[in-house]
Protein backbone atom coordinates (compact mmCIF):
# COMPACT_ATOMS: atom_id res chain seq x y z
CA UNK A 1 0.00 0.00 0.00
CA UNK A 2 2.98 2.22 0.89
CA UNK A 3 4.71 1.26 -2.27
CA UNK A 4 1.39 2.47 -4.28
CA UNK A 5 0.95 5.58 -2.53
CA UNK A 6 5.09 6.67 -3.56
CA UNK A 7 4.37 5.79 -6.64
CA UNK A 8 1.25 7.65 -7.03
CA UNK A 9 3.08 10.35 -5.14
CA UNK A 10 6.24 10.48 -7.93
CA UNK A 11 3.87 10.45 -10.90
CA UNK A 12 1.84 13.56 -9.61
CA UNK A 13 5.17 15.18 -9.10
CA UNK A 14 5.88 14.14 -12.66
CA UNK A 15 3.23 15.46 -14.17
CA UNK A 16 3.48 19.14 -12.05
CA UNK A 17 6.93 18.96 -12.90
CA UNK A 18 6.08 18.56 -16.80
CA UNK A 19 3.62 21.11 -16.05
CA UNK A 20 6.38 23.69 -15.05
CA UNK A 21 8.32 23.16 -18.00
CA UNK A 22 5.55 23.88 -20.44
CA UNK A 23 4.75 26.73 -18.78
CA UNK A 24 8.33 27.78 -18.91
CA UNK A 25 8.59 27.02 -22.55
CA UNK A 26 4.99 28.52 -23.05
CA UNK A 27 6.24 31.98 -22.02
CA UNK A 28 9.74 31.85 -24.00
CA UNK A 29 8.20 32.62 -27.27
CA UNK A 30 7.17 35.90 -27.51
CA UNK A 31 4.48 36.04 -30.09
CA UNK A 32 3.75 39.76 -30.28
CA UNK A 33 7.89 40.33 -30.42
CA UNK A 34 7.96 37.84 -33.60
CA UNK A 35 4.37 39.17 -34.74
CA UNK A 36 6.27 42.88 -34.84
CA UNK A 37 9.50 41.37 -36.28
CA UNK A 38 8.12 39.73 -39.25
CA UNK A 39 4.60 41.40 -39.81
CA UNK A 40 4.75 44.92 -38.49
CA UNK A 41 1.54 47.11 -39.19
CA UNK A 42 -0.52 43.88 -39.81
CA UNK A 43 0.59 41.95 -36.78
CA UNK A 44 -2.39 41.93 -34.95
CA UNK A 45 -4.32 39.55 -38.34
CA UNK A 46 -1.47 37.07 -37.55
CA UNK A 47 -1.63 37.22 -33.68
CA UNK A 48 -5.68 36.10 -34.21
CA UNK A 49 -5.40 33.58 -36.82
CA UNK A 50 -1.73 31.89 -37.46
CA UNK A 51 0.31 29.79 -35.29
CA UNK A 52 3.88 31.09 -34.10
CA UNK A 53 7.31 29.27 -34.20
CA UNK A 54 10.74 30.19 -33.65
CA UNK A 55 13.93 28.09 -34.84
CA UNK A 56 17.31 28.67 -33.98
CA UNK A 57 18.44 28.59 -37.48
CA UNK A 58 16.86 32.22 -38.85
CA UNK A 59 16.68 31.54 -42.37
CA UNK A 60 13.87 28.73 -41.72
CA UNK A 61 12.17 30.88 -39.28
CA UNK A 62 12.11 33.67 -41.89
CA UNK A 63 10.69 31.16 -44.94
CA UNK A 64 8.03 30.05 -42.55
CA UNK A 65 6.67 33.79 -41.42
CA UNK A 66 7.13 34.39 -45.44
CA UNK A 67 5.01 31.45 -45.99
CA UNK A 68 2.28 33.38 -43.78
CA UNK A 69 2.64 36.18 -45.51
CA UNK A 70 2.51 35.23 -48.72
CA UNK A 71 -0.61 33.28 -47.67
CA UNK A 72 -2.75 36.36 -46.30
CA UNK A 73 -2.12 38.00 -49.49
CA UNK A 74 -3.82 35.19 -51.41
CA UNK A 75 -6.58 35.09 -49.23
CA UNK A 76 -9.57 37.18 -51.60
CA UNK A 77 -13.19 38.18 -50.29
CA UNK A 78 -15.96 37.64 -52.37
CA UNK A 79 -18.69 38.10 -50.49
CA UNK A 80 -20.31 38.55 -46.63
CA UNK A 81 -18.36 35.72 -45.21
CA UNK A 82 -17.48 34.27 -48.74
CA UNK A 83 -13.34 33.73 -49.47
CA UNK A 84 -11.16 31.73 -51.52
CA UNK A 85 -7.85 31.51 -52.23
CA UNK A 86 -5.71 32.05 -55.31
CA UNK A 87 -3.04 30.47 -56.94
CA UNK A 88 -1.60 33.55 -58.31
CA UNK A 89 -1.39 37.40 -56.98
CA UNK A 90 -2.20 38.51 -60.38
CA UNK A 91 -4.78 37.10 -62.59
CA UNK A 92 -4.40 35.01 -65.19
CA UNK A 93 -5.61 33.90 -68.32
CA UNK A 94 -6.08 30.07 -66.78
CA UNK A 95 -8.13 30.84 -63.95
CA UNK A 96 -11.67 30.14 -63.42
CA UNK A 97 -14.06 32.63 -63.12
CA UNK A 98 -15.22 34.68 -61.69
CA UNK A 99 -12.83 34.87 -58.48
CA UNK A 100 -9.62 33.41 -60.18
CA UNK A 101 -9.25 30.35 -58.28
CA UNK A 102 -7.56 27.20 -60.13
CA UNK A 103 -8.93 23.78 -58.54
CA UNK A 104 -5.38 22.12 -59.10
CA UNK A 105 -3.68 23.90 -55.93
CA UNK A 106 -6.71 23.72 -53.48
CA UNK A 107 -5.66 20.72 -51.81
CA UNK A 108 -2.44 22.16 -51.04
CA UNK A 109 -4.29 25.67 -50.06
CA UNK A 110 -6.53 23.87 -47.77
CA UNK A 111 -3.55 21.62 -46.05
CA UNK A 112 -1.67 24.48 -45.23
CA UNK A 113 -4.44 26.85 -44.30
CA UNK A 114 -6.19 24.43 -41.89
CA UNK A 115 -4.64 25.89 -38.99
CA UNK A 116 -6.02 29.81 -39.24
CA UNK A 117 -8.13 30.08 -35.95
CA UNK A 118 -10.79 32.05 -38.48
CA UNK A 119 -12.65 29.41 -39.82
CA UNK A 120 -14.29 32.04 -42.37
CA UNK A 121 -11.47 31.97 -44.93
CA UNK A 122 -11.18 27.79 -45.26
CA UNK A 123 -15.14 27.18 -44.69
CA UNK A 124 -15.45 29.50 -47.91
CA UNK A 125 -13.12 28.05 -49.99
CA UNK A 126 -14.50 24.48 -49.08
CA UNK A 127 -17.93 25.50 -49.71
CA UNK A 128 -16.58 27.13 -52.73
CA UNK A 129 -15.19 24.44 -54.02
CA UNK A 130 -18.28 21.54 -53.15
CA UNK A 131 -21.31 23.61 -53.00
CA UNK A 132 -20.48 26.77 -55.85
CA UNK A 133 -19.14 24.41 -58.50
CA UNK A 134 -15.42 25.58 -58.03
CA UNK A 135 -14.11 22.18 -58.03
CA UNK A 136 -14.30 21.96 -62.21
CA UNK A 137 -12.07 18.88 -62.36
CA UNK A 138 -9.72 21.02 -64.71
CA UNK A 139 -7.11 19.33 -63.08
CA UNK A 140 -6.70 16.03 -61.00
CA UNK A 141 -7.49 16.82 -57.51
CA UNK A 142 -7.73 15.93 -54.08
CA UNK A 143 -9.77 18.54 -52.23
CA UNK A 144 -11.93 16.13 -50.65
CA UNK A 145 -8.83 14.55 -48.58
CA UNK A 146 -7.67 18.18 -47.60
CA UNK A 147 -10.93 19.21 -46.53
CA UNK A 148 -11.27 16.21 -44.09
CA UNK A 149 -7.46 16.39 -42.95
CA UNK A 150 -8.74 20.79 -42.20
CA UNK A 151 -11.82 18.81 -40.26
CA UNK A 152 -8.94 16.70 -38.31
CA UNK A 153 -7.89 20.13 -36.95
CA UNK A 154 -10.86 22.17 -36.27
CA UNK A 155 -13.12 19.00 -35.03
CA UNK A 156 -16.44 20.76 -37.24
CA UNK A 157 -17.88 17.26 -37.92
CA UNK A 158 -21.33 19.76 -38.93
CA UNK A 159 -19.37 21.36 -41.53
CA UNK A 160 -17.62 18.78 -43.05
CA UNK A 161 -20.84 16.38 -43.14
CA UNK A 162 -22.51 18.74 -45.52
CA UNK A 163 -19.94 18.62 -47.95
CA UNK A 164 -20.30 14.58 -48.54
CA UNK A 165 -22.97 14.71 -51.12
CA UNK A 166 -20.75 17.12 -53.06
CA UNK A 167 -18.04 15.02 -52.14
CA UNK A 168 -19.47 11.80 -53.76
CA UNK A 169 -20.37 13.88 -57.11
CA UNK A 170 -17.27 14.86 -57.91
CA UNK A 171 -15.08 11.83 -57.21
CA UNK A 172 -17.81 10.21 -59.51
CA UNK A 173 -17.30 12.58 -62.17
CA UNK A 174 -13.90 10.95 -62.68
CA UNK A 175 -15.13 7.71 -64.15
CA UNK A 176 -14.60 9.70 -67.72
CA UNK A 177 -11.10 8.87 -66.56
CA UNK A 178 -10.85 5.38 -65.48
CA UNK A 179 -10.21 2.53 -66.74
CA UNK A 180 -11.92 -0.07 -65.01
CA UNK A 181 -10.21 -3.34 -66.85
CA UNK A 182 -7.03 -1.82 -64.90
CA UNK A 183 -8.72 -0.13 -61.51
CA UNK A 184 -7.12 3.17 -62.50
CA UNK A 185 -7.10 6.66 -63.56
CA UNK A 186 -5.38 8.07 -66.35
CA UNK A 187 -4.63 12.07 -67.72
CA UNK A 188 -2.38 13.70 -69.79
CA UNK A 189 0.34 15.84 -68.23
CA UNK A 190 -1.13 19.26 -68.62
CA UNK A 191 -4.56 18.41 -66.63
CA UNK A 192 -2.23 16.82 -63.87
CA UNK A 193 -0.73 20.20 -63.53
CA UNK A 194 2.86 17.95 -64.11
CA UNK A 195 3.53 19.37 -67.63
CA UNK A 196 7.36 20.58 -66.76
CA UNK A 197 8.66 17.17 -65.43
CA UNK A 198 11.02 15.39 -67.25
CA UNK A 199 8.52 11.76 -67.09
CA UNK A 200 5.78 14.04 -68.54
CA UNK A 201 7.71 15.68 -71.44
CA UNK A 202 8.56 11.29 -72.30
CA UNK A 203 4.74 10.71 -71.77
CA UNK A 204 4.21 12.79 -74.38
CA UNK A 205 6.68 10.90 -76.71
CA UNK A 206 9.34 14.00 -76.35
CA UNK A 207 6.86 16.72 -77.75
CA UNK A 208 6.55 18.57 -74.96
CA UNK A 209 4.47 18.17 -71.60
CA UNK A 210 1.20 20.56 -72.38
CA UNK A 211 0.69 17.85 -75.47
CA UNK A 212 -1.01 14.48 -75.15
CA UNK A 213 0.65 12.02 -73.09
CA UNK A 214 -2.22 10.36 -71.39
CA UNK A 215 -1.29 8.37 -68.94
CA UNK A 216 -1.86 6.00 -65.93
CA UNK A 217 -0.12 8.63 -63.54
CA UNK A 218 0.74 7.52 -59.45
CA UNK A 219 -0.69 11.21 -59.08
CA UNK A 220 -4.04 11.64 -59.77
CA UNK A 221 -4.19 8.06 -58.52
CA UNK A 222 -2.89 9.01 -54.96
CA UNK A 223 -5.33 11.66 -54.98
CA UNK A 224 -8.29 9.25 -56.01
CA UNK A 225 -7.09 7.38 -53.28
CA UNK A 226 -7.13 10.01 -50.53
CA UNK A 227 -10.34 11.30 -51.63
CA UNK A 228 -12.05 7.95 -51.41
CA UNK A 229 -10.43 7.22 -47.79
CA UNK A 230 -12.01 10.66 -47.35
CA UNK A 231 -15.52 10.20 -48.27
CA UNK A 232 -15.75 6.58 -46.41
CA UNK A 233 -14.63 8.57 -43.52
CA UNK A 234 -17.27 10.99 -43.54
CA UNK A 235 -19.52 9.06 -44.53
CA UNK A 236 -19.04 6.59 -41.49
CA UNK A 237 -19.46 10.01 -39.35
CA UNK A 238 -23.08 10.38 -40.48
CA UNK A 239 -23.77 6.48 -40.30
CA UNK A 240 -23.84 5.83 -43.95
CA UNK A 241 -22.61 2.25 -44.01
CA UNK A 242 -23.65 1.46 -47.51
CA UNK A 243 -21.23 4.68 -48.95
CA UNK A 244 -18.49 3.73 -46.52
CA UNK A 245 -18.25 0.32 -48.04
CA UNK A 246 -18.74 1.87 -51.55
CA UNK A 247 -15.38 3.91 -51.00
CA UNK A 248 -13.50 1.95 -48.96
CA UNK A 249 -13.85 -0.95 -51.71
CA UNK A 250 -12.51 1.75 -54.15
CA UNK A 251 -9.22 2.89 -52.61
CA UNK A 252 -8.43 -0.45 -51.82
CA UNK A 253 -8.81 -1.72 -55.63
CA UNK A 254 -6.51 1.64 -56.47
CA UNK A 255 -3.84 0.98 -53.28
CA UNK A 256 -3.55 -3.08 -54.74
CA UNK A 257 -2.10 -1.97 -57.98
CA UNK A 258 1.89 -1.67 -59.11
CA UNK A 259 1.63 2.19 -59.77
CA UNK A 260 0.76 3.25 -56.39
CA UNK A 261 3.35 0.61 -54.25
CA UNK A 262 6.60 2.76 -52.80
CA UNK A 263 9.74 2.19 -55.13
CA UNK A 264 13.16 3.71 -54.40
CA UNK A 265 14.37 5.20 -57.56
CA UNK A 266 18.40 5.57 -57.36
CA UNK A 267 18.06 6.92 -61.14
CA UNK A 268 15.63 9.22 -62.62
CA UNK A 269 15.89 7.12 -66.22
CA UNK A 270 13.58 4.45 -63.77
CA UNK A 271 10.77 6.69 -62.95
CA UNK A 272 10.58 8.09 -66.30
CA UNK A 273 10.19 4.44 -67.62
CA UNK A 274 7.64 3.95 -65.12
CA UNK A 275 5.50 6.56 -66.65
CA UNK A 276 6.39 6.39 -70.05
CA UNK A 277 5.61 2.67 -69.73
CA UNK A 278 2.13 3.71 -68.86
CA UNK A 279 1.40 5.83 -71.32
CA UNK A 280 -1.74 5.39 -73.34
CA UNK A 281 -0.47 7.24 -76.47
CA UNK A 282 2.96 4.84 -76.62
CA UNK A 283 0.62 1.57 -75.55
CA UNK A 284 -0.18 2.10 -79.84
CA UNK A 285 3.95 1.97 -80.45
CA UNK A 286 3.00 -0.60 -83.18
CA UNK A 287 0.76 1.11 -85.53
CA UNK A 288 1.83 3.64 -87.75
CA UNK A 289 3.13 7.47 -86.34
CA UNK A 290 0.61 9.13 -88.13
CA UNK A 291 -2.57 6.91 -86.91
CA UNK A 292 -1.16 7.89 -83.11
CA UNK A 293 -1.30 11.53 -83.95
CA UNK A 294 -4.81 11.26 -84.97
CA UNK A 295 -5.51 9.30 -81.70
CA UNK A 296 -3.31 11.54 -79.53
CA UNK A 297 -5.13 14.35 -81.27
CA UNK A 298 -8.78 13.16 -80.52
CA UNK A 299 -8.17 12.32 -77.08
CA UNK A 300 -6.50 15.48 -76.09
CA UNK A 301 -9.51 17.31 -78.06
CA UNK A 302 -11.18 15.71 -74.64
CA UNK A 303 -8.79 17.30 -72.15
CA UNK A 304 -9.05 20.90 -70.65
CA UNK A 305 -7.22 23.54 -72.75
CA UNK A 306 -4.06 24.05 -72.74
CA UNK A 307 -2.42 26.99 -71.02
CA UNK A 308 -0.69 27.26 -73.55
CA UNK A 309 -0.91 27.16 -77.73
CA UNK A 310 0.87 23.84 -78.53
CA UNK A 311 3.69 23.78 -81.10
CA UNK A 312 3.13 23.01 -84.42
CA UNK A 313 5.52 23.90 -86.63
CA UNK A 314 6.55 21.07 -88.42
CA UNK A 315 5.72 22.38 -91.85
CA UNK A 316 8.01 25.79 -91.55
CA UNK A 317 10.68 23.49 -90.57
CA UNK A 318 10.40 21.13 -93.79
CA UNK A 319 9.97 23.98 -95.92
CA UNK A 320 13.75 25.18 -94.65
CA UNK A 321 15.03 21.99 -94.59
CA UNK A 322 14.00 21.34 -98.57
CA UNK A 323 15.55 24.98 -99.37
CA UNK A 324 18.83 24.39 -97.56
CA UNK A 325 18.89 20.38 -99.43
CA UNK A 326 17.00 21.32 -102.68
CA UNK A 327 15.23 18.05 -101.78
CA UNK A 328 11.42 18.10 -102.29
CA UNK A 329 10.22 15.72 -99.17
CA UNK A 330 7.22 13.48 -98.60
CA UNK A 331 5.56 12.91 -95.52
CA UNK A 332 5.86 8.91 -94.26
CA UNK A 333 4.74 9.08 -90.38
CA UNK A 334 3.93 11.78 -88.36
CA UNK A 335 7.99 12.77 -88.15
CA UNK A 336 9.54 10.43 -90.78
CA UNK A 337 10.02 11.87 -94.13
CA UNK A 338 11.57 10.76 -97.81
CA UNK A 339 12.31 11.85 -101.18
CA UNK A 340 10.31 10.29 -104.05
CA UNK A 341 13.64 8.21 -105.28
CA UNK A 342 13.61 7.08 -101.30
CA UNK A 343 17.60 8.99 -101.97
CA UNK A 344 16.89 10.78 -98.93
CA UNK A 345 15.62 10.35 -95.31
CA UNK A 346 14.64 12.64 -92.53
CA UNK A 347 13.49 12.41 -89.00
CA UNK A 348 11.91 16.03 -88.15
CA UNK A 349 10.85 16.68 -84.71
CA UNK A 350 9.67 19.65 -82.53
CA UNK A 351 9.52 20.91 -79.44
CA UNK A 352 8.56 23.87 -76.89
CA UNK A 353 11.10 25.68 -74.94
CA UNK A 354 10.89 24.57 -71.59
CA UNK A 355 12.45 27.14 -68.67
CA UNK A 356 14.72 26.27 -66.06
CA UNK A 357 16.34 29.44 -64.51
CA UNK A 358 17.65 32.12 -66.92
CA UNK A 359 17.80 29.11 -69.69
CA UNK A 360 16.02 27.18 -72.12
CA UNK A 361 15.71 23.15 -72.76
CA UNK A 362 13.93 21.55 -75.51
CA UNK A 363 13.66 18.01 -75.29
CA UNK A 364 13.11 15.49 -77.66
CA UNK A 365 13.12 11.16 -77.87
CA UNK A 366 15.05 9.21 -80.77
CA UNK A 367 13.87 5.75 -81.34
CA UNK A 368 15.54 2.72 -82.60
CA UNK A 369 12.58 2.16 -85.65
CA UNK A 370 13.87 6.10 -86.44
CA UNK A 371 17.05 5.18 -87.02
CA UNK A 372 16.86 2.12 -89.05
CA UNK A 373 14.67 4.00 -90.88
CA UNK A 374 16.99 6.51 -91.65
CA UNK A 375 19.53 3.55 -92.03
CA UNK A 376 18.13 2.94 -95.33
CA UNK A 377 18.68 5.76 -97.16
CA UNK A 378 21.87 6.84 -99.24
CA UNK A 379 21.17 10.12 -97.48
CA UNK A 380 20.04 10.85 -94.16
CA UNK A 381 19.26 13.52 -91.74
CA UNK A 382 18.03 13.97 -88.27
CA UNK A 383 16.33 17.52 -87.53
CA UNK A 384 14.91 19.63 -84.42
CA UNK A 385 12.82 22.22 -84.20
CA UNK A 386 13.50 24.22 -80.92
CA UNK A 387 10.91 26.43 -80.12
CA UNK A 388 10.03 27.76 -83.52
CA UNK A 389 10.94 27.60 -87.32
CA UNK A 390 13.78 30.05 -86.66
CA UNK A 391 15.85 27.59 -84.67
CA UNK A 392 15.79 24.47 -86.59
CA UNK A 393 18.56 21.94 -86.85
CA UNK A 394 20.13 19.69 -89.40
CA UNK A 395 22.49 17.15 -88.97
CA UNK A 396 23.32 14.85 -91.51
CA UNK A 397 22.79 11.22 -89.79
CA UNK A 398 26.01 10.31 -90.17
CA UNK A 399 27.26 13.23 -87.90
CA UNK A 400 24.44 12.33 -85.64
CA UNK A 401 24.65 8.73 -84.83
CA UNK A 402 28.33 8.97 -82.81
CA UNK A 403 26.14 11.45 -80.18
CA UNK A 404 23.68 8.51 -79.75
CA UNK A 405 25.56 6.11 -77.60
CA UNK A 406 26.32 9.20 -75.04
CA UNK A 407 22.76 9.88 -74.53
CA UNK A 408 20.52 8.72 -71.48
CA UNK A 409 18.13 6.30 -72.74
CA UNK A 410 14.90 4.52 -71.50
CA UNK A 411 15.02 0.91 -71.83
CA UNK A 412 13.01 -2.82 -71.14
CA UNK A 413 12.08 -5.86 -72.68
CA UNK A 414 9.40 -3.86 -75.26
CA UNK A 415 11.19 -0.65 -76.35
CA UNK A 416 14.39 1.53 -76.21
CA UNK A 417 14.59 5.36 -77.05
CA UNK A 418 17.44 8.22 -76.25
CA UNK A 419 16.54 11.01 -74.24
CA UNK A 420 17.83 14.00 -77.24
CA UNK A 421 18.36 17.20 -74.91
CA UNK A 422 19.21 20.54 -76.48
CA UNK A 423 20.31 23.25 -74.31
CA UNK A 424 19.86 26.87 -75.37
CA UNK A 425 22.91 29.31 -73.10
CA UNK A 426 22.88 32.71 -74.76
CA UNK A 427 23.29 32.48 -78.41
CA UNK A 428 24.55 29.50 -78.42
CA UNK A 429 22.35 25.62 -78.35
CA UNK A 430 24.48 22.39 -77.36
CA UNK A 431 23.63 18.98 -77.12
CA UNK A 432 23.38 17.14 -73.73
CA UNK A 433 26.16 14.28 -73.77
CA UNK A 434 25.50 12.89 -70.28
CA UNK A 435 27.58 9.95 -70.93
CA UNK A 436 30.56 11.84 -72.33
CA UNK A 437 33.18 11.93 -69.37
CA UNK A 438 34.81 14.51 -71.37
CA UNK A 439 32.31 16.97 -73.04
CA UNK A 440 28.81 16.80 -71.58
CA UNK A 441 27.38 19.52 -73.74
CA UNK A 442 28.21 19.36 -77.28
CA UNK A 443 27.99 22.77 -79.18
CA UNK A 444 25.64 22.02 -82.24
CA UNK A 445 24.88 25.72 -83.11
CA UNK A 446 26.80 25.10 -86.51
CA UNK A 447 24.13 22.78 -87.61
CA UNK A 448 21.86 25.58 -87.53
CA UNK A 449 19.81 26.34 -90.90
Known sequence: MNLKRENLTAFLSAIFFLCTICETYAQVLDRNKLAKEYYHENAQWFLDNTPFFECSDKQIEQVYYYRWEMYKAHIRNVGQNQYVITEFINDVSWDRDPYSTI?????????????????????????????QGGNNRSYSESVADAAFARYLVNADSNFIMQQLDSMKYVYD????????????YYVAAMPDATEYTIASIDASNGTGGFDSGEAFRPTINSYMYGNAIAIARIAA????????????????????????????YTRIDKLIE???LTSKDLKLDDQ????LEEIIQTKSSQAVESRLTPVNFHDECLIKIQQKLGINFIKQ??????DKEKSA?????????????????????????QRDFLKEFPKSYVSYGCGSADNTFLIPFLEFEPFVKNMWTTENEERIYWHVVIHKRDNKFLLAQPRNEKQDLLDITKYKI
Not at 249 to 260: F, G, T, V
Request: net charge positive.
Open 103 to 131: NAATMHHIYEGRWLKDNRFIDGYINYMFQ
Open 173 to 184: KWSDHFDSSKHL
Open 237 to 264: MKGDAATTQTYLRRAIELKRNELLKPKE
Open 274 to 276: LIF
Open 288 to 291: PEDE
Open 333 to 338: TRVAYS
Open 345 to 369: GLICAISKAHKQGKFEKFWFAFHPH
